[in-house]
């Protein structure tokens, strides 16, 4: 349904101020997964220490946790090396929510995301409709004010129509920052709106806010209206 291409789209988080991102020149750890869970989309900044006690800052996505009998690892694409990357959590010495730029435990966090998601919501039809909306807003680089409101104005009318609460609009919001979901992320989160017994409706829904989405800083990038037609006919799809 999607492109090759457009499985590759990166949604680069914004940094959190003040922080200088370091990686080291030798930098060669990789990750084999193929597989996103429910943390796939959630971004944030480390501070790591490989096994050769090299201290790096990075940017990184999650796609998924992993671990034997516990979370012990993070499989993620690494901004900073632009590369795919695993972590172990026992190594980050420091992680910044960029939600609200704090410094967290990674251990209890990861546990956490783990367990509720990107969005700590049962309804994870509103997940995939925040996380489409999200790349919409972010994926050509520019997060413009107007583009904050038109992405507020969908979500708040997810809520408004699927019965949702204001809470639910105002934890998504807050959780935005640490939001940057890539082509793949956005490829499952229409297969599961597919699968929702809501799906048609809120397929039509976010067809309907993806365009205001798009125009709302005014500016139109060819590459971002080729993303918009290509997930445009995948929602059509859904829709049906």
């Given at each position: 349904?999607?492109?090759r291409?457009?499985?590759?789209l990166?949604v680069?988080?914004?940094?959190?101020?003040?922080?200088v991102?370091h990686?080291?020149?030798?930098?060669?750890?990789?990750?084999r997964a193929?597989?996103r869970?429910e943390?796939?989309s959630?971004?944030?900044?480390?501070?790591?220490?490989?096994?050769?006690?090299?201290?790096s800052?990075?940017q990184?996505t999650?796609r998924s946790l992993?671990?034997?009998?516990?979370?012990?690892?993070?499989?993620?694409?690494?901004?900073?090396?632009?590369?795919?990357?695993s972590f172990?959590?026992?190594?980050?010495?420091?992680l910044?929510?960029?939600?609200?730029?704090?410094?967290?435990?990674?251990v209890?966090?990861?546990e956490?995301?783990g367990?509720?998601g990107?969005?700590?919501?049962?309804?994870k039809?509103?997940?995939?409709f925040?996380q489409?909306?999200?790349f919409?807003?972010k994926?050509?680089?520019?997060?413009h004010?107007?583009?904050?409101?038109?992405?507020?104005?969908?979500?708040?009318?997810?809520?408004?129509?699927?019965?949702?609460?204001?809470?639910?609009?105002?934890?998504?919001?807050a959780?935005?920052?640490?939001?940057a979901?890539?082509?793949?992320?956005?490829?499952?989160?229409?297969?599961?709106?597919r699968?929702s017994?809501?799906?048609?409706?809120?397929?039509r829904?976010?067809?309907?806010h993806?365009?205001?989405?798009?125009?709302?800083d005014?500016m139109?990038?060819?590459?971002?209206?080729a993303w918009?037609?290509e997930l445009?006919?995948a929602l059509?799809?859904?829709?049906?």
């Amino acid at each position: 349904m999607f492109s090759r291409m457009f499985h590759c789209l990166r949604v680069t988080p914004s940094p959190v101020p003040g922080r200088v991102i370091h990686v080291p020149a030798d930098d060669m750890e990789t990750s084999r997964a193929r597989r996103r869970d429910e943390s796939s989309s959630w971004a944030c900044e480390i501070v790591y220490v490989d096994d050769k006690d090299q201290r790096s800052e990075r940017q990184i996505t999650c796609r998924s946790l992993n671990g034997y009998g516990g979370i012990t690892h993070i499989e993620a694409f690494c901004h900073s090396r632009e590369r795919p990357r695993s972590f172990r959590i026992d190594r980050i010495v420091e992680l910044f929510d960029l939600s609200t730029g704090e410094v967290v435990d990674p251990v209890s966090h990861f546990e956490m995301l783990g367990t509720v998601g990107v969005l700590p919501y049962e309804d994870k039809g509103f997940t995939a409709f925040v996380q489409i909306a999200t790349f919409m807003a972010k994926c050509d680089g520019e997060y413009h004010p107007l583009e904050m409101d038109a992405l507020e104005a969908a979500i708040t009318a997810y809520a408004f129509r699927f019965n949702g609460t204001d809470a639910m609009i105002e934890g998504a919001m807050a959780r935005l920052p640490a939001i940057a979901p890539d082509g793949g992320d956005v490829a499952k989160a229409v297969k599961r709106l597919r699968g929702s017994p809501i799906g048609a409706r809120a397929s039509r829904l976010i067809l309907d806010h993806c365009s205001q989405i798009m125009i709302a800083d005014g500016m139109h990038h060819a590459q971002e209206v080729a993303w918009a037609v290509e997930l445009g006919a995948a929602l059509k799809v859904a829709a049906a």
